[in-house]
Structures are given as C-alpha cells and as structure tokens.
C-alpha cells in the first residue's frame, strides 16, 4: 500500500516533443504529488507538485495531471529541450499526521536527442 | 538562502569499517530527513527527525545504523560496521514543517569495498 510505481524506466524524445512520465499509486490517504528532477551528482530538486482536489497544473512546459478514481498521475513536459535531459521521480506522502514522509517512484530516466 | 549541506561529497571504504555523514539544513527548517539511494531506485526515508526528536525511524537498520541531531540543527548519521550493500548515496533533506515540500542536499557518494 506504500508503493508508487513508475513508468516507463527510460525514455528517448526528441528536441520539441513531448515527454509523459505515468505514476500509480495504492495508498488513497497520500494527499501530496511532487515530481523531482535530478541531475547527475545533484540531488533531486521539486519541480511541481499537485494536491487532489485539482486534476490538472501546469508550470510553464511541465504539467500534472491527476486521475483520483484512477490512482494515477502524469508528467508532460511540452517542447522537451536536451536540458531537460535527468531522472525523474514522482512521489507521493500525507500531509496530515506528522511525518511528510515521501514515497518514491523508481525514477524515469529521460533523454531528449538534439 | 543556502541550501542543505552535506559532507563528504564522495566516501570509500571498505566493508565492516564505520563512517560518518554530516547535514546542515536550511536556517529555520525543523525538520530533517535523511534518505539512501541505491543506484537506480528512487531514495528511501531512513529517519525523519522534527527539531531534535525522532519522528519515523522505521526503515533504519538500527543494527549498524544511527543518526542524531542533538541540538535541533544539523544532523550526523552513521554506519558501523559497513556492508557491501550500503554502497549508496545518502540524501539529506530539510522542510519548514512536515506539510511542507522539502529541499535536499547533493548527497554523499558511498562506496562500501
């Protein structure tokens, strides 16, 4: 029940296309959606987060969509640039209780070709 | 403001040896956590610390591994005696409250030989 399982594990695109990193999740209590991005040697740093009370934000080129129903969400990153090339994380926690601890994703490794 | 930071970057040693870690978190931030990432996987909460008090510590393998923070900032965590397996990068990561997302530091490289 503490598992987010994360999809593909690697992913090829070209300058200009869309990336979409898919996440699934079991714990209906998780109520806190963040997506890191990670660079080599770097640690993961937030890059946009979601609450279930909306099914959809966007930040400049990265967007989150959220399927409550489905125990789903998904990153989009429009016109993907080769920097844009890391490892993403989806993760989810619970923001009542005391603890905000994150459960990771395996991480999706993205490349975006020139 | 300064972001969280750890030391050493990169540590190499060899099995059934000790070593240590060190974070200090971002000013003001009360809580502080520490994660292990294997190489490939995503990170994985050791020990959560809110102030100077232990909030979660239920994936920490207490047998050879331990963390305090003694004075409420930064953090130390240790690993006595190593295993091959704990090859890893140690995460440390700080948050103003638990409800809050949190930033991390760049980790410490662990190589275990």
């Known amino acids: 029940q503490q598992q987010v399982k994360q999809s593909p594990q690697s992913l090829i695109v070209q300058k200009g296309g869309i990336s979409i990193i898919n996440c699934a999740y079991e714990n209906t209590a998780f109520d806190y959606f963040p997506w890191y991005q990670q660079f080599p040697g770097k640690g993961p740093a937030l890059l946009i987060a979601?609450?279930?009370?909306?099914s959809e934000k966007k930040e400049g080129r990265f967007t989150i969509s959220f399927n409550k129903s489905a125990k789903q969400f998904s990153l989009h990153i429009m016109d993907s640039q080769p920097g844009d090339s890391a490892t993403y994380f989806c993760?989810?926690?619970?923001?009542?209780?005391?603890?905000?601890?994150?459960?990771f994703g395996q991480g999706t490794t993205l490349q975006v070709k020139p | 403001e300064a972001g969280v930071a750890q030391s050493p970057r990169y540590k190499i040693i060899e099995k059934r040896q000790s070593v240590a870690f060190w974070c200090n978190p971002i000013s003001g931030h009360a809580t502080l956590y520490w994660y292990q990432q294997i190489l490939g996987q995503g990170p994985k909460l050791l020990i959560q610390?809110?102030?100077?008090?232990?909030?979660?510590d239920s994936q920490l393998p207490k047998d050879r591994f331990s963390a305090e923070r003694l004075k409420g900032v930064d953090s130390t965590l240790k690993i006595q005696p190593a295993k091959l397996e704990d090859s890893a990068v140690y995460l440390c990561?700080?948050?103003?409250?638990?409800?809050?997302?949190?930033?991390f530091g760049s980790g410490t490289r662990l190589t275990v030989v």
């Open positions: 610390f809110q102030n100077n008090g232990v909030v979660d």
């Open positions: 990561a700080s948050s103003y409250s638990s409800s809050y997302g949190y930033t």
């Open positions: 979601i609450r279930p009370d909306v």
């Open positions: 993760a989810a926690s619970r923001s009542s209780g005391n603890t905000g601890k994150l459960i």
